[in-house]
């Protein structure tokens, strides 16, 4: 077995692509990985199934007929018991709009076909592996008027307003509040919260800290033009 499932509860996946030998090829692998998987063939029957069935990673394809995945992606996202899953969109399509549009509705990674079994399974592995890691840090951070907490990723304000976040959105709000007035590049953040073996665009960065802003305002996180964002504790400097 490996590390990626080294707990006692087998993570459980959701496929969802219109293709059968895709999903035939992708069911098969994770299942000798020691994955739980079902299937679905199109993005409607995937809301269905998370109704009752709640996976830890949905594999997701984009280009689907009735609903295409970006779609299905964004309402699954609005499900606050898909709020910790993984989401990794599969696809033929290499545009940069359409890795964008992915990251855009909560994306945890995006994969270009064709589907290289073993490569898919190591990142799926690694994704499993940060969670476990993760979990062996502190639960919250209490930081000017937030409190930032891991085991439901909520950030609380001012202690009244509760805003429920994103896996990613989360942990770069957190790992940003870990090490206040620091600041990390694009790349330095890409390899801390994606990970060195996964690949996505710098710009994947600049979508999540403009959402984190929408949600929490401009105050707390600053962009150093040029060099990257930190995460601004005015009461430490003050």
């Known amino acids: 077995m490996s590390t990626a499932k080294a707990s006692n509860s087998v993570p459980k996946v959701l496929v969802v692509d219109d293709d059968s030998d ?4 992708l069911e098969y692998n994770l299942i000798k990985e020691g994955y739980s998987v079902v299937t679905a063939s199109n993005g409607k029957k995937a809301i269905e199934i998370t109704k009752t069935f709640i996976p830890d ?3 997701l394809d984009i280009m689907m007929p009735q609903m295409d995945g970006i779609e299905t ?12 899953t993984y989401i990794l969109f ?12 992915a990251f855009e509705v909560g994306a945890d990674d995006y994969i270009t076909k064709p589907i290289k079994p073993r490569a898919l399974m190591s990142r799926i592995n690694a994704l499993f592996r940060r969670e476990a890691q993760k979990a ?3 639960d919250q951070i209490d930081i000017l ?8 990723y909520t950030v609380t304000q001012n202690g009244e307003k509760s805003v429920v976040l994103p896996k990613k959105e989360f942990e770069l709000l957190f790992f940003l509040a870990q ?14 919260i994606w990970g060195a073996d996964i690949y996505v665009l710098e710009r994947t960065v600049d979508v999540h800290i403009r959402k984190l802003r929408e949600k929490l305002g401009e105050t707390y996180i600053k962009t150093l033009k040029g060099v990257g964002y930190m995460f601004a ?3 430490q400097n003050s």
């Open 145 to 152: 008027d937030l409190a930032i907490n891991r085991k439901n």
């Open 179 to 192: 090490t206040p007035n620091k600041v990390f590049s694009r790349d330095e953040l890409l390899q801390k």
């Open 57 to 59: 990673l949905i594999l």
């Open 136 to 138: 062996e840090s502190g």
């Open 73 to 84: 992606g964004r309402i699954l996202r609005q499900n606050p018991d898909i709020k910790n």
């Open 233 to 235: 504790n005015e009461v």
């Open 90 to 101: 599969l696809t033929a399509r290499s545009e940069e709009y359409s890795e964008v549009a």
């Open 22 to 25: 895709i999903v035939e090829l």
